[in-house]
């Protein structure tokens, strides 16, 4: 089902309250950035052109990677165009290209990020081959400690965004992109790294980046 941007964004007006119900009791909060406050210094005007969407991992159903409440908190700081996605619920590789699509077409100053959590990653290159068929591109795409997409290695994987962000732990393998820098995460397990902390104070440098017009 095709979401309208108006319909997207309205699962995420009570979102803290959601992610709370999410996390419980136990859970630890989102690491607050030390970079935070550059992000929260930009205009509102221009952190209102910055699109990131978190595109969910199909395999993680329990949510215990914790990217809707990475999500919440980019939220927080005044990204209000933060989304979360989750391909069971809203849709495939071609709803989100057509979300993205639909912005662009309301507002062609935006500014996008795909981030793409474990198996994730493969509805953001899928997205980006969708979006390459109608001559369109991303800003930035971040892929978070995927093994998955390294297989891209050999398949190829679409080239139309300018700058690609590969967050993985220290000593695992990472895919082999053009226009990609690498930040390792120091964890042993997969599911911290989406809310480590090092992931967090990059998410939000990227975003910065993006509202800064870079």
């Not at 007006?13 to 970079?35: L, Q």
């Not at 981030?115 to 001559?135: F, R």
């Not at 050999?154 to 965004?161: D, I, L, M, V």
Request: aromatic fraction near 8%; include cysteine.
């Amino acid at each position: 089902m095709i979401r309208s941007t108006k319909q997207m964004l309205s699962r995420f007006c009570g979102t803290c309250v959601v992610c709370a119900a999410i996390s419980g009791c136990v859970a630890a909060p989102i690491p607050t950035s030390r970079y935070a406050f550059q992000l929260e210094s930009r205009p509102a005007e221009s952190l209102d052109n910055v699109h990131v969407i978190f595109v969910e991992s199909n395999a993680d159903i329990a949510h215990a990677g914790r990217i809707e409440e990475v999500c919440c908190y980019m939220r927080e700081m005044g990204l209000r165009n933060a989304v979360y996605f989750e391909p069971f619920v809203d849709g495939g590789s071609c709803d989100l290209a057509q979300y993205v699509r639909s912005v662009r077409a309301e507002n062609p100053a935006a500014r996008f990020m795909l981030v793409g959590w474990s198996i994730g990653t493969v509805c953001v290159k899928n997205t980006l081959t969708e979006l390459d068929a109608h001559g369109e591109s991303i800003d930035t795409i971040v892929y978070l400690d995927s093994s998955t997409i390294i297989l891209s290695d050999f398949t190829g994987h679409p080239e139309n965004y300018d700058r690609a962000v590969l967050i993985y732990r220290r000593g695992f393998p990472m895919p082999s992109l053009p226009r990609s820098v690498s930040r390792c995460v120091d964890e042993i397990f997969h599911l911290p790294v989406g809310h480590n902390e090092r992931t967090i104070d990059q998410l939000v440098l990227e975003a910065t980046r993006l509202a800064d017009g870079q």
